[in-house]
């Protein structure tokens, strides 16, 4: 890409003080950018970093050392001010539908929140904005007058979507937004997500421990293992031809139907398992 990135993640590490004075070492120096209108995929398992980078970039956890920078400005450690401005540039959808919404506020009142800050919009203008997104999204008309334990766990997820899109951001912060659906669901958030980072030109950080959902909507995947970028690429080739043993391990433990390519899979997750012991 042409264009200058517009997040730079810059030799990022993040330690965590443990018992007795131990240091565990969440990040050890990760460098990554995402450009205008980029998907990339963070994929691991769990400790290995991948939502503590998430963390990081939405201020939510403190960097020990190295810089952020959204569109040229370090916003490593910004003030609470600035990262409330922020949020009209940077949004998150979590993981867990159910607990990310207040349930004791109508789906109306949580998404006019973000655009509240905004004086030029009158509440009619942000009537109309939340009808737009929930059309967007694939909601009935009626979903701004209702709660949110009234709809599935897939419905809230769009709910969600719509939340961080509503404001028009510049990144979206996708945090294992799928892993808590059912298959069927999930398939149908993906390409909720696809459609808007191309139709509104989103950049998306998409994290994930599923190499396969990766893909489907990523440009590029970056793999962590234990703190360190160890594989990253065009989204397809990672997939398709994966160069390091963590890489290979975490393709073939993802589950498919079939019994015997499952059992097959695990042959080669064993495989992958002792080639990388022996790397490390």
């Given at each position: 890409m042409n264009t200058a990135p517009l997040l730079q993640v810059q030799d990022l590490c993040v330690d965590f003080t443990q018992g007795q004075g131990k240091v565990f070492q969440a990040l050890k120096g990760v460098s990554l950018n995402i450009h205008p209108g980029e998907t990339v995929g963070l994929v691991g398992e769990s400790g290995s970093g991948k939502t503590t980078l998430g963390r990081v970039v939405l201020g939510l956890t403190e960097a020990t050392r190295g810089r952020i920078l959204f569109d040229g400005e370090d916003i490593t450690h910004a003030s609470r001010a600035r990262r409330r401005t922020l949020?009209?540039?940077?949004?998150?959808?979590?993981?867990?539908?159910?607990?990310?919404?207040?349930?004791?506020?109508?789906?109306?009142?949580?998404?006019?929140?973000?655009?509240?800050?905004?004086?030029?919009?009158?509440?009619?203008?942000?009537?109309?904005?939340?009808?737009?997104?929930?059309?967007?999204?694939?909601?009935?008309?009626?979903?701004?007058?209702?709660?949110?334990?009234?709809?599935?766990?897939?419905?809230?997820?769009?709910?969600?979507?719509?939340?961080?899109?509503?404001a028009k951001p510049r990144l979206i912060v996708c945090d294992e937004p799928v892993s808590a659906l059912d298959l069927s669901v999930q398939a149908q958030v993906l390409n909720l997500l696809k459609e808007l980072q191309q139709s509104m030109g989103l950049a998306m950080l998409f994290i994930s421990h599923d190499?396969?959902?990766?893909?489907?909507?990523?440009?590029?995947?970056?793999?962590?293992?234990?703190?360190?970028?160890?594989?990253?690429?065009?989204?397809?080739?990672?997939?398709?031809?994966?160069?390091?043993p963590y890489t290979r391990a975490l393709l073939a433990a993802a589950p498919v139907p079939d019994p015997l390519i499952q059992r097959e899979r695990r042959a080669q997750f064993d495989l992958a398992r002792q080639a990388l012991t022996e790397t490390t």
């Open positions: 949020g009209r540039d940077i949004q998150v959808v979590f993981q867990d539908p159910y607990g990310s919404l207040n349930p004791a506020r109508t789906v109306g009142d949580t998404l006019a929140e973000p655009l509240l800050s905004d004086k030029s919009l009158s509440p009619q203008d942000i009537a109309q904005r939340i009808a737009e997104v929930l059309q967007r999204v694939g909601m009935p008309a009626d979903t701004a007058q209702r709660y949110p334990g009234q709809f599935s766990g897939g419905q809230r997820q769009r709910i969600a979507i719509a939340r961080a899109v509503i190499l396969t959902v990766v893909r489907h909507v990523s440009h590029r995947t970056v793999v962590l293992y234990r703190g360190d970028i160890v594989e990253q690429g065009d989204a397809h080739q990672v997939h398709e031809h994966p160069q390091h």
